[in-house]
């Protein structure tokens, strides 16, 4: 009779520690996984960033602009941040979540812009920031936007209970 509650005991504890999958992150870091791209047309070369998994990630310039893009290989999902001022992705880093080594999604800090009356460069730092919270594959319909206190956790649990409740 011991020896089924020894068992019984052992399989609770098995069942408990691999019953909840853990979520992982990775970072990708703008000014060491990324480089410039060599362009034959006129303008900015892009930036060109390490893939993760089937997602390329780069760093398209304007005059007063640098947009981050975040593309599946096949082109079936395409992910634009909103325009940053130029040199905001160089001290950066995005989040990449994982769950069951899969990508499920991206983090992203951005400055919060504003209104200018300059015609050329119509936005500039509002002297703020937010986390971009994007899901991707089945995940792709999450897009939300968190600031404050605790921001980074609270992006953190948006997404993985986002990518929780879908897989119910």
Partial sequence: MRIY???LGLIWISVS?????KFTSSYLDFSKDCKAETS?????APLV???IGKYSVKVNYS???ETVLVESKDQKEVIEFSNQPIGATDKRKMEWRFFKNQPVGIIYRMDVMKPTPNE???EQRAG???LEIRGLGKFSDLSKS???KNANEKARKILDSFVVKRLE
């Fill in 5 to 7: 509650f020894i068992i």
């Fill in 17 to 21: 520690l691999f019953a909840k999958e």
């Fill in 40 to 44: 034959d047309s006129e303008g900015d």
């Fill in 49 to 51: 960033c390490k893939s």
């Fill in 63 to 65: 005059a007063c602009f």
């Fill in 120 to 122: 050329n460069c119509p």
């Fill in 128 to 130: 703020k920031e937010k």
């Fill in 146 to 148: 968190v600031s404050g």
